[in-house]
């Protein structure tokens, strides 16, 4: 489906899909960091940026099928120009919660106390790479220490904060520190949410020795569980795996979460391209009136954002898997191994962590 714009002229009721759900839309590709995982610039070669009208009418249409979340995200959202218009229109519309990525290195006092003054509707994500040599490898010489002031002058304006950090392998080590340093340092932090690295299509550098191997991924979901346990609030986005392998190594301390690929999850690019997560390259088409209903009721999308029913049908763990949401199994790029499923290879080397008795 390359459809530059297709009116909407299906009959029926709005899809039931979308209710709870959260639109997602990329603002732009420009950003002032430059690191070496980032999936947003893998393959592009120049910037792209939604054009503020643009965006308001996605948001309008979104409203329309039922959305009442929205994500804001980029590159670094807090570079275009039509962020606090969107905010406005997204609000006049009704929506209830909106959530913004940012690095932090933007937010000045002005920009911390314009989205303060929207209240509890409005929350932020600051991007920190775990200690500050480890942040400053990744985002670029002296990004640590700008960041840091960025979310204070965040939490002094009160808004809503939360910690987003990719998880690689050299960042295992400091996970329990640095968890501790953020929310010891800054209690008012939310969460702490850990996302997996993974490879992407036409990524600029080669990044398989940091990614995650079956046994990294169990220790990540260990550590994580245990600063639950102990009063530290954190979470795997979108990775209900880790919340399978806490339950079946009987550590049940990490929240629930959604799954990457679900029914009413959809993302519009700063390219117009719609896709079901900003990680993930299906395309859906690109960006035209009516487009956001024809594309969540086609069978395209229905197939790609439901259940598999081939490959998890015959695991041995399904059952437990579906108990968690975990309707499809891990990319191969979770550790660019192919072959055998990175959830199953996962799950085999909990199978070996536990006796006879357990769970699985």
């Not at 965040?154 to 050299?170: E, P």
């Not at 600029?204 to 569980?225: G, H, T």
């Not at 245990?226 to 301390?253: C, D, E, H, K, T």
Request: charged residues 20%; glycine residues 8%.
């Amino acid at each position: 489906m390359e459809t530059e714009s297709i009116t909407d002229d299906m009959p029926g009721e709005t899809p039931a899909v979308v209710q709870n759900e959260i639109l997602s839309i990329e603002v732009t590709t420009r950003c002032n960091s430059a690191c070496g995982h980032c999936f947003v610039r893998a393959g592009r070669t120049k910037a792209v940026d939604l054009s503020p009208d643009l965006a308001a009418a996605i948001v309008s249409e979104g409203r329309g099928l039922g959305y009442r979340k929205l994500h804001i995200t980029g590159g670094e959202p807090l570079l275009w120009e039509g962020l606090f218009g969107l905010i406005d229109v997204a609000l006049t519309l009704g929506y209830e919660s909106i959530f913004i990525n940012s690095n932090g290195t933007l937010i000045t006092d002005d920009a911390a106390r314009r989205m303060a003054a929207y209240g509890g509707i409005l929350s932020v994500s600051i991007s920190i790479q775990g200690s500050e040599q480890h942040h400053n490898r990744v985002r670029g010489s002296g990004s640590y220490r700008i960041a840091l002031a960025g979310l204070e002058r965040a939490l002094a304006a009160g808004l809503k904060m939360y910690i987003f950090t990719v998880m690689d392998r050299n960042l295992l080590t400091e996970l329990p520190r640095f968890a501790e340093f953020l929310f010891t340092t800054y209690p008012g932090i939310k969460e702490l949410t850990l996302i997996q690295l993974i490879r992407v299509h036409e990524d600029a550098f080669d990044l398989s020795d940091d990614l995650l191997s079956p046994e990294d991924f169990i220790a990540m979901v260990r550590m994580a569980a245990f600063l639950n346990l102990y009063g530290f609030r954190v979470s795997i986005l979108q990775n209900p795996l880790a919340v399978v392998v806490s339950r079946a190594l009987s550590m049940p301390w990490l929240a629930s979460v959604q799954p990457l690929h679900r029914n009413g999850g959809i993302i519009v690019m700063a390219d117009r391209t719609i896709t079901l997560a900003h990680s993930t390259r299906e395309s859906f088409g690109r960006y035209g009136a009516g487009m956001l209903r024809n594309v969540i009721v086609s069978s395209e999308y229905q197939s790609t954002a439901g259940p598999d029913d081939t490959k998890c049908r015959q695991c041995d763990y399904n059952k437990l898997c579906r108990e968690h949401d975990m309707t499809r199994p891990s990319e191969w790029y979770r550790d660019m191994v192919e072959g055998t499923p990175y959830c199953r290879r996962v799950l085999q080397a909990v199978s070996s962590m536990i006796d006879r008795s357990g769970t699985i």
